[in-house]
């Protein structure tokens, strides 16, 4: 029987979490059976096996329980991935072959499916000399445009796009062209970016001082603190990045502070790691722990979050040992310190249930109240776990007692840790949970309010159709249960009519008992004033919090899907507008408009010749044929075979934009050459690449990762409304903002993987 509550649940276990055959077939024929692989898979390294794997499918069953991704995809499946979602990678020489060495661990981590950040600060800033060769440095950011195009390559465990987080240092020499460099819709769409921002620089900032910025103590330029924030400011405001980190209170706090030095995160800012760090995720959901959820009664059970959370150490724990790592220096990273990150799922559906708004200082309360039960909890769990395997190896009582984030901790706790070490060196982190929180039920993701009660979302069915189904929160729905239709409560507020203020003050009171950090986007509206944007960021700052990441709807990232309860259908079509779906191939007209285009590869000695021609639907043009011509006859086979290929997916019609991204996604592995001031990994991206801004030009696509101009799998588009960005996994209009990633809610695809 299955124990799915909604539809959208199951089809989320179907597609990413049921473990199948190559061909397709399933192995996992239930939930339950995904279960039990889990569960076998973490309790194969306990000595009595058979217990644990009991203890384990218990805390698993009904969704109490939620491994992150890689481990509910791929715990006993026997497949080599990793079950560790985040990885920062090693420190970047500043010398070409250390950069290029460190490039090709990035892909060998995220072929294996984790996230990896990256601190681009070591690399020498633009028109610095390199010694020997008579020439200026090209700087940090032409070398992330080598890292983006290696990315594209990269498909992680579920056929996902690796995803990858850069940091630069407020103080670098290039920290402006790092801070604007996402304005260019068409640039290092593969990162997120972060500025890592110390303690000085905010001294300087609140005092209105002057900041160097400076690269090997040489001082480059000097300019004002107040400057270079608003510029910060302005890029985030414009276009929702770069994300601030604050990096002296990360690692002031860091319980590892006497034996490690952070200085990037992985993709979702939720884990800030040292050179090589790994981490592995998981979070107990709130939301299935409410007793007489709606009543004057409704509480969370305590005691049985203390169980859970305890059980959950455990199988975290086990995972250290049970996973495979891509690199051996990130297996030795995490044997040695055995960090795990324990978070939460369903908080503001919990408190929903419980009678409190989301956003108010008595949910802010509530919040820290049962944060500080988990972190109690989860520090017990892993001294119990010392007492009985051995406390993590580089543990050293003093220091580690000393650490920020252990002054508050129970002093029962303390003495434990004092008495028996500690088994894990971090243990709670609170990380993206959009695609597990669907598959739970569609309970609230993370620490983040609801973002909609209830939705329709389009499911594309085999024969090509698609059909509507509701998608309707955890808690709503229970409310539904209980009292039909009865108004919801006032206390019943979302990530929409919430004010900025109130995000960080939840996010706040969170992070007091959060020895990580946590992944959460503040949603503000596209009216907020600069000021009082700038307001939430230092808001943030002042609260102790270690980084604040915004979304305000913009022309560069998009506008953010909005839905009512009382919608009855999402804004997806529009009577009267033009079918562009073809079912059948369009005949070929006499006459084409079209474009040729000139592209002089470095390594050939003819020049390719590109032409695009178009057809004319619905008073719109769409790409149609293409003839790629050459006088070098090495080129000739393949490029007849490819204007072949490509004219005959054209003439499909549909979405063809992802053409674009698979020929710019071919490495070649001579190398591919700069072109432009970017790193171009071969010539079929090249030709990727001119298709892509052909495309632009005629207004097919709106650039680069910014979606088509219409849904063409649709029934019926408006072709004049505005649509934000498409999915790039199913082509839904249902792109969200969610604890700093943009997540489809119709397929539950992630940016960060």
């Given at each position: ?6 539809p ?96 090709r ?14 601190d ?90 002057s ?58 800012g ?40 305890a ?10 040992d ?76 003093d ?31 609170i ?30 069915q ?32 979302d ?60 022309d ?5 899907l ?16 033009e ?112 298709i ?62």
């Amino acid at each position: 029987m299955s124990r799915f509550s909604a539809p959208i649940a199951e089809q989320i276990w179907d597609m990413k979490y049921r473990f199948k055959e190559a061909d397709g077939t399933a192995i996992d024929a239930t939930v339950e059976d995904s279960w039990k692989r889990i569960a076998k898979a973490l309790a194969s390294v306990e000595t009595d096996a058979p217990k644990w794997e009991k203890t384990f499918y218990n805390a698993l069953e009904d969704f109490k329980f939620l491994p992150a991704g890689r481990i509910t995809a791929g715990a006993g499946t026997g497949r080599a991935v990793t079950l560790f979602n985040c990885f920062v990678m090693g420190t970047i020489p500043d010398s070409m072959g250390g950069i290029f060495d460190m490039l090709r661990e990035a892909a060998l981590t995220m072929q294996q499916g984790g996230g990896i950040g990256y601190d681009f600060s070591t690399i020498r800033p633009k028109g610095a000399g390199v010694s020997g060769v008579a020439a200026d440095a090209s700087g940090p950011l032409s070398f992330m445009d080598v890292w983006d195009a290696m990315c594209r390559t990269i498909m992680s465990a579920g056929s996902r796009r690796g995803a990858m987080m850069a940091t630069m240092r407020c103080d670098h020499p290039d920290i402006i062209d790092f801070i604007t460099a996402k304005s260019d819709p068409a640039r290092l769409r593969m990162f997120n970016m972060s500025v890592l921002v110390t303690d000085p620089f905010m001294e300087a900032v609140k005092a209105g001082k002057s900041w160097d910025l400076k690269f090997n103590d040489k001082t480059y330029s000097t300019i004002q603190a107040r400057d270079l924030w608003d510029k910060i400011m302005q890029s985030t405001y414009d276009f929702a990045e770069p994300g601030v980190i604050f990096i002296d209170r990360i690692n002031q706090m860091n319980n590892l502070n006497y034996c490690e030095q952070i200085a990037a995160t992985n993709p979702c800012g939720e884990q800030p790691l040292p050179p090589y760090g790994a981490c592995l995720l998981g979070s107990v959901n709130l939301a299935r722990l409410i007793k007489d959820p709606f009543e004057d009664a409704a509480t969370l059970d305590v005691a049985e979050l203390e169980a859970l959370v305890a059980t959950a150490v455990r199988m975290m724990d086990n995972t250290v040992d049970a996973s495979q790592f891509p690199l051996e220096a990130q297996a030795q990273e995490a044997a040695a310190k055995r960090r795990i990150g324990l978070g939460v799922t369903g908080l503001a559906d919990a408190l929903l249930m419980v009678g409190l708004r989301y956003g108010s200082d008595e949910a802010a309360r509530q919040t820290e109240h049962w944060l500080h039960a988990i972190a109690r909890a989860a520090y017990r769990a892993s001294a119990h776990l010392a007492r009985e395997k051995g406390a993590f190896p580089l543990f050293e009582a003093d220091a580690f007692l000393a650490s920020g984030s252990l002054q508050a901790m129970d002093e029962d706790v303390r003495s434990e840790i004092a008495e028996h070490g500690i088994r894990n060196a971090l243990l709670t982190s609170i990380a993206p949970t959009g695609t597990i929180s669907l598959y739970a039920g569609n309970v609230s993701s993370g620490i983040e309010p609801v973002f909609a009660y209830a939705y329709n979302r389009k499911v594309l069915q085999k024969d090509g159709s698609r059909t509507e189904e509701e998608v309707v929160d955890y808690a709503v729905a229970l409310w539904r249960e209980k009292f039909g239709d009865a108004p919801l409560p006032d206390h019943f507020v979302d990530a929409q009519t919430l004010a900025p203020l109130e995000h960080v003050k939840m996010q706040s009171a969170a992070q007091k008992w959060v020895d990580s950090s946590i992944s959460k986007t503040i949603n503000c509206p596209e009216d907020i004033s600069f000021e009082a944007f700038k307001e939430v960021y230092m808001e943030a700052w002042d609260t102790g919090c270690k980084g604040c990441t915004t979304y305000r709807p913009n022309d560069i990232t998009g506008s953010v899907l909005s839905v009512s309860e009382s919608s009855e259908v999402a804004a997806e079509a529009d009577t009267g507008a033009e079918v562009i779906y073809m079912s059948e191939p369009l005949d070929r007209p006499n006459a084409l408009e079209g474009n040729t285009y000139k592209l002089k590869w470095p390594d050939s000695e003819h020049a390719i010749y590109l032409t695009v021609n178009d057809v004319i639907v619905g008073g719109h043009r769409r790409p149609f044929e293409v003839f790629i011509n050459s006088k070098n006859m090495e080129h000739f086979a393949w490029t007849v075979a490819l204007t072949r290929m490509i004219s005959a997916v054209f003439r499909r019609g549909g979405d063809v934009s992802f053409v674009v991204e698979e020929l710019k996604a071919v490495f070649d592995p001579r190398g591919g050459a700069w072109m432009g001031g970017k790193y171009i990994p071969s010539i079929l991206a090249a030709i990727g690449g001119v298709i892509e801004q052909h495309m632009i030009a005629t207004g097919f696509i709106e650039g680069e990762g910014m979606g088509l101009k219409v849904d063409p799998t649709a029934d019926v588009v408006n072709l004049d409304a505005p649509r934000g960005k498409s999915c790039p996994s199913c082509g839904q209009f249902d792109m969200r903002m969610v604890e700093g990633c943009m997540t489809c809610a119709s397929c539950g695809h992630s940016k960060c993987g």
